[in-house]
């Protein structure tokens, strides 16, 4: 049967929720997980579920999931079914069923629904996996010998530890003109496609490999759209599809390349179409170029791209058409791409146009290389051209092969592992610092008590029960974000309570601090800090007796710092508000903290704001601020508030439930922070500085409250200071230090009169005591440019044809300069180069006047010999 995407995105969301799946939104690109750079499966934002770490809201669900990954980007465009972005298919039970009925479904859809023919279908198991081959040949009435066991390949891993188990493949065999036959296991890779992959979750797996069953089984599927369109459309590649087929024809547009006249031409194009997809996706869901993390992979695609199109000569830029060939294709499916176009552009466009500028570079690196007559290009060479300038080596290989150089490509291989092996080291331990803060400890209190209610929204003073009090390994690692730390010899402690008004850290800002009192004995808390699913964990020492668990305590937060955080919290929302309204709508959070002290926002921008876009964000801020605008804040659904127009906070992780706070008539942000009642109790918000972080990254500090007062009366202060030391007042300080610095001029022009004055007639002297036209003379004391400026005094006389001065021009540096009449023959560059070698130095400039500087002062006078000697002068 032939399907379009639509088609197939709403037959396989319509198959399970018929079946009690709950149709879940899709998570964006970027994943609140730590542990992965971008969603690179439908199952990356149901993780928390299958650990344990959080109660799924659903038993069962299904999603249509982008999803990005570069572990085959060398292979894109090159076959029939690789690509970086795609979109992925799938349905989960978070321990509701499991294979008795995952099996059945996916075989019941792809042969009832799709319209597969059963007799092309074949299977993979693992070979531990009998129950798997027992259902498939119960309810698919698959043969034996089309199910076949496999090893490694089929058991699925979410990393080094946490929950694993065997996964279940299927494939469509396309015929004997795709290559041998034999089945998935033995037969050709283009013949026999994978079309889903069903992963059955019944394992959690210990550091040391060791496997027990989970006690709650579970389901994971995933199916390429793309793929699975190939077959229904009849084509013989991704590429083919209707969902990328316009964007082949706009990069052939684009290039003006004949698809299938060349090979090279059509790779080229296909990974045009690839990675406008990726790139497309990528920047609207709040990624930027730049040199790390998520940016730098997203330079690294946009690179590849415009490489290819540079390969087919294509001098101007490409990947602005190719966001909007993405957004009219997939728009109606994604609408966010159609209202992200513009932004995709400006900022693909900018990375291109930087680019273009650095593969000239990249090229000229290149050219130099092969320059020298080499006949293999080291692979730290061909490393250096892919990792800096972004060159493939595939077409590092093609530009030197042109000339009959071979590329080592086992050095740049060899240099590519030890990058993949620095990143492997940094990625595990990231992967460590999270088992820490999960320990097995926090496990058991959550399991055993549930999760610690937070009562910090209504009060800062609460009573509690003490529920696990641990002492830190080692006893020590507590500090506060004021930088408040434990006495000498105190024992860090971990303290949970059964109840709190202590906030954790989260969503930029720091946890509380204060004070934990029971009968025995009373805490200093530090920290504060949520582990697991709602888990509060209270860290400090205690002060005098002891806190044991069981006891009813009483907790204190800080109150007066807890305000100034408030304050500075919804100082931050506004500021968000601000931006947007003024700069515009690509202003999305990256990133903030919010400490009692101050409030620092990070956003992506693409300048520096200027002082007016900078006047327009303070005035909007604090004329809400004046006019006290209420602070509302409420729980809804998480789709309600989308609806409501809820920006999330970048990094923020957030249930079916949300929080929502409307700080005055135009923020409105999902924020599980403390806030103030009213935007008057903020005070004044005041901005204290406006930088660059990164690439079109931008950060604002700011100041509130009563940190802002003392900030203006310190201003104030540094004024009347100011205004005291030139005799007039605050008003009038303007006018008086100009009317200083009119005088500063006069005196500089006055001084610099002097001065010339001075050397024309030092420069006299020297020309009518010269023996001839040639002059060399040493003159110490004057810098570079004054030394400089007698030189052209002496050359003015008529009687000098060439005059040539050095000198010591400061305790480590000696200065030179040559300088000739126009008539004179003489090369003044050629005058002064073996002086300026003799110091230590180099030089340059015209054949009129030359100039150098060097550091050996005792090689003074041999400079001077030389000057003589190169000029004839005894």
């Not at 995105?9 to 149709?23: K, L």
């Not at 999603?63 to 894109?76: A, G, H, M, Y």
């Not at 929302?573 to 709508?585: D, F, N, Y």
């Not at 309600?640 to 949300?658: T, W």
Request: proline share 4%.
């Amino acid at each position: 049967m032939t399907m379009d995407a639509d088609g197939l995105r709403s037959a396989f969301t319509r198959f399970f929720v018929e079946r009690g799946h709950a149709a879940l939104p899709a998570a964006g690109l970027i994943p609140h997980d730590p542990s992965v750079l971008f969603t690179i499966a439908g199952m990356v934002q149901f993780k928390p579920y299958f650990t344990g770490e959080q109660v799924a809201p659903v038993p069962r669900a299904t999603t249509i999931q982008p999803v990005f990954r570069t572990v085959d980007i060398e292979l894109v465009g090159t076959d029939a079914r690789h690509n970086t972005f795609f979109e992925m298919l799938g349905n989960f039970s978070f321990g509701d069923y499991f294979k008795e009925r995952a099996i059945p479904y996916a075989w019941e859809l792809v042969t009832e629904v799709l319209g597969f023919d059963p007799e092309r279908l074949w299977v993979t198991i693992h070979e531990s996996d009998g129950d798997a081959a027992g259902i498939w040949q119960e309810s698919a009435a698959l043969p034996a010998e089309r199910i076949q066991a496999m090893g490694e390949d089929n058991f699925w891993r979410m990393g080094p530890t946490g929950p694993c188990g065997p996964c279940s493949e299927i494939y469509f065999d396309k015929g004997e003109r795709f290559g041998a036959a034999g089945g998935p296991a033995h037969g050709g890779e283009e013949r026999y496609v994978e079309i889903w992959n069903l992963v059955f979750m019944q394992y959690e797996q210990a550091a040391d490999g060791a496997l027990s069953e989970l006690p709650r089984k579970s389901i994971d599927t995933g199916a390429g759209l793309e793929r699975l369109l190939t077959l229904l459309q009849g084509v013989d590649t991704v590429f083919e599809t209707d969902v990328m087929a316009p964007l082949v024809e706009e990069a052939a547009r684009l290039t003006k390349h004949v698809p299938g006249a060349s090979e090279r031409g059509d790779v080229a194009l296909r990974i045009l179409a690839d990675h406008a997809r990726a790139m497309t996706f990528l920047v609207s869901d709040g990624v930027f170029p730049s040199n790390e993390g998520r940016g730098y992979v997203l330079r690294r695609v946009i690179r590849r791209a415009v490489l290819r199109a540079h390969q087919l000569g294509v001098a101007d830029l490409v990947t602005p058409s190719l966001v909007r060939a993405v957004a009219m294709t997939m728009g109606d499916a994604y609408p966010k791409l159609v209202r992200d176009a513009s932004l995709v552009e400006t900022v693909v466009g900018h990375e291109e146009e930087a680019f273009r500028r650095t593969l000239r570079a990249g090229t000229a690196l290149l050219a130099e290389e092969l320059d020298r007559g080499v006949r293999v290009l080291e692979g730290d060479v061909a490393f250096r051209l892919h990792d800096t300038f972004g060159f493939p080596v595939d077409l590092t290989e093609e530009l030197a092969a042109e000339q009959g150089v071979e590329v080592d490509r086992a050095g740049f291989e060899e240099s590519m592992r030890e990058q993949r092996d620095r990143a492997r080291r940094s990625g595990k331990k990231g992967a460590a610092a999270g088992a820490s803060a999960a320990s097995d400890v926090w496990r058991e209190v959550l399991e055993r008590f549930g999760q610690t209610r937070f009562l910090g929204y209504q009060a800062t003073t609460a009573e509690g029960r003490v529920l696990a009090a641990e002492e830190r390994a080692g006893g020590t690692g507590a500090q506060s974000a004021d930088g408040e730390s434990p006495p000498p010899g105190a024992v860090v402690v971990d303290l949970v309570l059964d109840a709190t008004p202590f906030y954790p850290e989260g969503g930029g800002q720091v946890g509380d601090t204060g004070t934990i009192e029971g009968p025995s004995g009373r805490f200093r808390v530090l920290d504060t800090t949520r582990v697991l699913d709602g888990l509060v964990v209270h860290t400090g020492y205690v002060v005098e007796g002891e806190i044991a668990p069981g006891e009813e305590v009483g907790a204190a937060v800080d109150a007066e710092r807890r305000e100034a955080i408030r304050r500075n919290h919804t100082g931050t929302h506004l500021l968000h508000w601000a931006l947007r309204a003024v700069l515009g709508e690509h202003v999305k959070q990256q990133g903030s903290l919010v400490v009692p002290d101050r409030l620092r926002f990070d956003f992506s921008h693409f300048a520096p704001l200027t002082v007016d876009e900078l006047a327009q964000v303070d005035e909007l801020v604090n004329s809400a601020i004046l006019r006290d605008e209420p602070v509302r804040v409420y729980e809804t659904s998480k789709a309600e508030a989308e609806r409501a127009g809820a920006m999330a906070f970048f990094g923020d992780k957030y249930g079916d439930v949300v929080r929502v706070v409307e700080a005055g008539r135009g923020s409105v942000e999902l924020c599980g922070g403390t806030h103030v009642h009213a935007l008057g109790m903020i005070g004044l918000l005041r901005v204290v500085s406006e930088t660059s972080i990164g690439a079109n990254t931008r950060r604002i500090e700011a100041t509130t409250g009563a940190a802002s007062l003392a900030a203006v009366r310190a201003s104030e202060a540094l004024l009347v200071r100011a205004a005291d030391a030139l005799r007039t007042t605050p008003p009038e300080l303007p006018a008086a230090i100009e009317k200083l610095l009119d005088h500063d001029r006069a005196l500089e022009d006055e001084l610099r009169a002097l001065r010339s004055a001075r050397l024309r007639e030092e420069a006299a002297r020297v020309a009518t005591s010269a023996a001839g036209p040639r002059v060399v003379v040493r003159r110490d004391g004057l810098d570079a440019s004054e030394l400089r400026e007698l030189a052209l005094a002496v050359r003015e006389h008529p009687s000098v044809e060439t005059v040539a001065l050095v000198g010591v021009a400061e305790p480590a540096r000696v200065a030179l300069v040559v300088a000739t009449a126009a008539d004179s023959g003489v090369d003044a560059r050629s005058v002064i180069a073996a002086a300026a070698s003799a110091v230590g130095g180099g030089g340059g400039g015209s054949p009129a006047l030359a100039t150098a500087g060097g550091r050996d002062v005792e090689r003074v006078d041999a400079a001077a010999d030389l000057l003589r000697h190169a000029l004839g002068v005894s």
